[in-house]
């Protein structure tokens, strides 16, 4: 493998790890509760998490028509 693609992989592996190690599972139980009553969701995005925030604003225009839900990928 090539020595700068293995480096991006392994960064991003280190980021993944900080971001998940930081999440409190109170904050994820509020912001749920948030998200279902919000009139409007917008997502923000840049780099590597492009392609979940992608996936995410599938899914929420799949599941709800009641709410306007905004990409926005830098």
């Not at 912001?31 to 969701?41: E, H, L």
């Amino acid at each position: 493998m090539d020595r700068g693609i293995r480096k991006a992989i392994l960064k991003n592996e280190e980021e993944v790890t900080y971001a998940y190690n930081m999440i409190e599972i109170g904050n994820i139980e509020d912001a749920i509760q948030k998200i279902k009553v919000a009139r409007r969701i917008i997502i923000f995005a840049r780099g590597f998490s492009e392609l979940i925030a992608k996936k995410w604003w599938l899914n929420f225009n799949l599941q709800a028509n009641t709410v306007s839900f905004t990409l926005i990928l830098k």
